[in-house]
């Protein structure tokens, strides 16, 4: 079976910056990865090269067996690889339910069918009660969830999860695992970048761990975490802080 | 449909009212009023949903008055095809613009527009043999000729620009509710999260732009009737765009009377103006300025927010809901 | 006159006019670049400061060369001044409210500007009487205008010293920074909202200057800053928003191209030459012909 997402040796620089050095992996279909690194391995900067945000210098990156680079974020989204933020992107003009019936809306549901079903997706993560709430006034945890919730109206394939658990609240924490990993079931595979190691060991099979802009190792999470080479990398590297993953935060 | 019930009645009132007040001059101003209004609107379309300010509107304006009074008056074409004419060029122009500039993001966009619009202008007073230049184009007629969109009383021209300031807003809400308007909500607050959902960014605010272009054309054609004379310097003037961008923002592009409060705030102050100080001493022209500052210093969301925030200042207020408010 | 005469003259005369709209670009740009706001109030500054310096002027007797440029200097202090306050009283305070409410500030700052200068002023035309309009020096059978070529001299001379400016003193590596990311430059220990106020204060003191050079030459009047700050919007979208430098190559250039056009098709095209060109760029080259990707200043 071809893997899901293939990268083959995708470099990416700013100026002098070498943000992406070269990297190589490949996601199979099912199941949930995780992706961790210190700050400025170019996690960030990997996601907008995979969602078409940044074009890459070189390299290739194919999505279900076919090479996406000439498609935009839009057209990607469409065929099934969505992404979420590490800030909130409240939909600030319209209610909470309209923000995240948008993904349904560009699967091409009609306006009743999108509400319906993102009504079903907010009941999901216990959120229909805010459903007619502009966005303005809630909290950046249920923000993070609606971003969650738009995205995954468009029945995606991948899901690049961007530091989607950092600064939830324990219960809502404990939710969103359930539905990542209840949706993992149904097919749909997660990329999880994450600060939080218990959020890693608990959803993923499978971890891959970069640094400055290159895949250091991937495996089992128990063994990787416990690799030399990870250590060194956190311990090592954390000086280089800032410089590749700057332009997502901007 | 509450709210289209509400503007059609509005507009009855309106209408009536117009019907009976006696003083024409009035009625030309309320009619002045109206189609500034009808502008502001139409470039909320794209100004105030997205957030794209268009500083060249007024080409939109003078395009399609002059295809229309030109195939009119040199090849008899009427006055309905050539409007039709006239807006289907307002909206190529509209989409050649935003093809190159909305991909862009940052001011581009409003110095393109305002460099297309300066073009425009330039190329109006430049071909003067098809166009008569700077001396314009006068329309005269004596009797009423309805296909001709000639019009002896003034409150002809009145029920047309209310009746067409009905319609845009009517239209300006449903697209608001549409699936065109979550996308344009979408971009306005993020265009980054908007095509992670899966919105063609670019795509649809070319679209918002050349129906805001065709609105504006619309309103453009029977303006100039009104006026019964195409003056170049106003039509297509740098002055004419930045008065529909302004009036769209004082009044607030939230809501959907916003334009509407903005151009009888600008009517206000410049017939106030010119009765205090006389028409040439620039005093309407500094009020209207410095009030676009205070505005925007006091409230940026426009003069509707403030009005609502003094609202729910009030302590024992009776519970109304402003119907008109959006979202 | 023989074909190289006229295209030589034309290239001359266009540089010269276009000495004042690299001084106006120049300031935009900067101000672009580090605080990612288009001042469309810039050509009122430019207005205020051709009337600081008409008034300057008719404190002594301008009949003199020094009598009329002596003004430069003055107004460009007094105009930095009014630009810092500009910052203080009103860009500071509209940051928070985002892209579209500054453009509009800046927007109805522009007109109530020239309606407060009808106010203030009157509506007509001034001129300084002064021994430099008309002036011409001859080289050849090329002719240079005097006051045209002195605007142009010093525009030469204030890139030059921006230049400096922005590579070697505390300051332009603080603007730098900050162009580059307010928030890595915060993390530095640079104070931001300072450098706004200098770069305002710069961008409206060269203008202030722009404004003393050309009123030998150019009549005062409200509306007199639109004459060059529509050009320098251009110049600065055509050379790349923020590169300080590149604003003062569009500025000559559209200057050499309106000079060109009136020349050789009609000077009423030479505005729309200008355009064609800008939407050109915009179309080809939209991060514009001097800028090297994402790199500003």
Not at chain 1, 46 to 67: C, E, K, M
Not at chain 1, 196 to 224: F, K
Not at chain 3, 74 to 81: F, G
Not at chain 3, 111 to 137: C, E, M, T
Request: hydrophobic share 55%; proline share 3%; with cysteine.
């Amino acid at each position: 079976m071809t893997a899901l997402l293939a990268l083959g040796g995708v470099a990416k620089s700013f100026g002098a910056v070498q943000s992406l050095v070269d990297v190589t992996f490949a996601i199979e279909d099912h199941g949930i990865v995780g992706l961790i690194g210190p700050n400025g391995a170019g996690k960030s900067t990997l996601i907008n090269v995979l969602t078409g945000v940044y074009a890459p210098n070189s390299g290739t990156v194919y999505f279900a067996g076919r090479d996406i680079a000439a498609l935009s974020t839009a057209d990607r989204a469409r065929i099934g690889l969505v992404r979420t933020f590490q800030r909130p992107h409240p939909i600030l003009d319209l209610t909470c339910i309209e923000g995240v019936m948008v993904g349904g809306l560009c699967r091409g549901l009609s306006q009743a069918e999108a509400r319906s079903e993102a009504h079903e997706k907010l009941e999901l993560l216990g959120l229909a009660n805010v459903a007619d709430y502009s966005p303005r006034k809630l909290p950046t945890g249920h923000l993070k969830l609606l971003d969650f919730l738009r995205v995954l109206m468009l029945r995606p394939r991948l899901v690049l999860l961007d530091e989607l658990m950092a600064g939830l609240s324990h219960n809502e924490l404990e939710v969103v695992q359930g539905v990542i990993e209840q949706l993992a079931q149904t097919g749909i595979t997660f990329l999880v970048v994450e600060h939080l190691m218990g959020v890693i060991r608990r959803l993923s099979r499978h971890l891959v761990v970069m640094d400055a802009g290159q895949i250091v190792t991937e495996g089992e999470p128990t063994t990787v975490i416990h690799d030399p080479r990870v250590v060194a990398a956190y311990l090592g590297d954390d000086v280089e802080s800032g410089s590749g993953d700057g332009a997502s935060h901007a | 449909m509450k709210r289209t019930l509400v503007i059609l009645v509005v507009w009855a009132l309106f209408a009536s009212a117009g019907i009976l007040l006696r003083n024409n001059y009035l009625v030309s101003v309320a009619t002045s009023a109206a189609f500034l209004a009808v502008w502001g609107q139409s470039w909320n379309v794209l100004g105030g949903l997205s957030g794209n300010i268009s500083l060249g509107h007024s080409m939109f304006v003078a395009i399609p008055a002059y295809v229309t009074i030109l195939l009119f008056q040199r090849a008899d074409v009427s006055p309905l095809l050539g409007a039709l004419l006239g807006i289907a060029a307002a909206v190529a122009l509209a989409a050649v613009i935003g093809a190159a500039t909305l991909r862009l993001t940052g001011p581009y966009f409003s110095l393109a527009t305002l460099a297309a619009g300066a073009v425009v202008l330039s190329l109006i007073l430049h071909y003067d043999e098809l166009t008569s230049g700077p001396s314009g184009i006068p329309i005269s007629f004596a009797h009423d000729a309805p296909e001709k969109l000639e019009f002896t009383n003034v409150r002809a021209y009145y029920l047309i620009a209310i009746t067409l300031l009905a319609a845009v807003t009517i239209f300006l809400d449903m697209i608001k509710r549409s699936r065109l308007g979550y996308y344009i909500a979408a971009i306005k607050s993020s265009e980054a999260a908007a095509a992670a959902a899966g919105v063609r960014v670019a795509w649809v605010k070319v679209l918002a732009f050349c129906l805001s272009a065709a609105l504006t054309a619309l309103g453009g054609v029977f303006y100039v009737f009104f006026i019964g004379f195409a003056d170049p310097n106003f039509l297509a003037g740098l002055a004419l765009s930045v008065k529909i961008a302004l009036i769209a923002v004082v009044g607030g592009t939230g809501f959907l009377i916003g334009p509407i409060i903005g151009a009888v705030f600008y009517e206000s102050i410049d017939a106030v103006a010119n009765a205090y100080f006389g028409a040439a001493g620039g005093w309407d022209v500094m009020i209207l300025g410095l009030s676009v500052v205070a505005i925007v210093m006091t409230d940026p969301r426009g003069l509707c927010f403030m009005a609502e925030r003094l609202w729910q200042a009030i302590p024992f207020r009776p519970k109304v809901s402003i119907s008109a408010r959006g979202v | 006159m023989n074909a190289i005469n006229v295209l030589a003259q034309a290239v001359v005369n266009g540089l010269l006019i276009g000495g004042v709209y690299a001084l106006v670009a120049v300031g935009l740009n900067l101000m672009f670049g580090v605080m990612k706001l288009v001042n469309f109030a810039h050509g009122e500054f430019l207005m205020m400061g051709m009337y600081v310096a008409v008034a300057l002027a008719g404190l002594a007797l301008p009949a003199t060369f020094l009598g009329i440029y002596w003004v430069a200097v003055p107004a460009m202090l007094i105009m930095a001044v009014v630009g810092a306050v500009f910052y203080l009283l009103l860009l500071d305070r509209a940051a928070k409210f985002g892209e579209s409410p500054q453009i509009l500030l800046t927007i109805g700052l522009s007109i109530g500007g020239q309606g407060l200068a009808q106010v203030l002023r009157g509506s007509d035309f001034k001129l300084v009487p002064n021994p430099i309009n008309g002036a011409a020096l001859h080289l050849g059978s090329i002719y240079f205008q005097v006051g045209p070529a002195i605007s142009f001299t010093v525009a030469i001379a204030v890139t030059i010293v921006m230049a400096w400016i922005l590579r070697s003193t505390r300051f332009g590596k603080s603007a730098r920074a900050v162009a580059e990311s307010v928030e890595t430059a915060e993390m530095l220990g640079i104070d931001a909202r300072r450098v706004y106020m200098i770069t305002t204060a710069i961008a409206i003191g060269l203008v202030g200057l722009a404004g003393a050079l050309v009123i030998p030459y150019h009549f005062t009047f409200p509306n007199v800053g639109q004459n060059f700050v529509v050009v320098a919007f251009l110049a600065i979208v055509i050379a790349g928003l923020g590169s300080v430098i590149g604003a003062v190559f569009g500025g000559l250039l559209l200057g050499v191209m309106q000079s060109l056009t009136a020349a050789y098709l009609d000077i009423d095209l030479s505005t729309a030459a200008i355009y064609v060109l800008f939407l050109a760029v915009l179309l080809l080259r939209p991060q514009g012909l001097f800028s090297r990707g994402q790199r500003t200043l």
